[in-house]
C-alpha cells in the first residue's frame, strides 16, 4: 500500500504563496499519475492540477497561471506552488495517486489533507 502525506498548508493573506508537498511511501510500487484535489466547506471535491510520471500536467481553469504543479519522481514526491492566493482558495487540499504494486494498478490512493486558509 502506498502511503501519501501532504504538507505545507498554513493561513497566508491574499496575494500570498505556499507550497504544498506530497511524499508517497511504501514497498515496491511506482507511481502513476499524481494530483491534488481540493474540497471547500459545502463543496464536491475538485481536480486542481495533476500530473503524469513523465511530466504532462493539466490544470483547473479556476487555478491556471497562479499554481504550478511539478514532481519529483527519485523523491517520489509531488509537489504546488500556489501563487496570487485568493480567499476562494481556501479548502482542505489533498494528494491523490494512481499507482501499481505487485503488478496491480491502484487508483485513488489518498492523503490526509492539508488545509488552506486565504484570509481577505
Known amino acids: 500500500q502506498v502511503q501519501l502525506v501532504e504538507s505545507g498548508g498554513g493561513l497566508v493573506q491574499a496575494g500570498g504563496s505556499l507550497r504544498l508537498s506530497c511524499e508517497a511511501s511504501?514497498?515496491?510500487?511506482?507511481?502513476?499519475?499524481m494530483g491534488w484535489y481540493r474540497q471547500a466547506p459545502g463543496k464536491q471535491r475538485e481536480l486542481v492540477a495533476d500530473?503524469?510520471?513523465?511530466?504532462?500536467?493539466n490544470y483547473a481553469d479556476s487555478v491556471k497561471g497562479r499554481f504550478t504543479i511539478s514532481r519529483d519522481n527519485a523523491k517520489n514526491t509531488m509537489y504546488l506552488q500556489m501563487n496570487s492566493l485568493k480567499p476562494a482558495d481556501t479548502a482542505v487540499y489533498y494528494c491523490?495517486?494512481?499507482?501499481?504494486?505487485?503488478?496491480?494498478?491502484?487508483?485513488?490512493?489518498w492523503g490526509q489533507g492539508t488545509q488552506v486558509t486565504v484570509s481577505s
Open positions: 491523490n495517486a494512481d499507482y501499481i504494486i505487485w503488478g496491480v494498478v491502484y487508483h485513488n490512493a
Open positions: 511504501g514497498n515496491k510500487f511506482s507511481l502513476n499519475t
Open positions: 500530473i503524469t510520471t513523465g511530466g504532462r500536467t
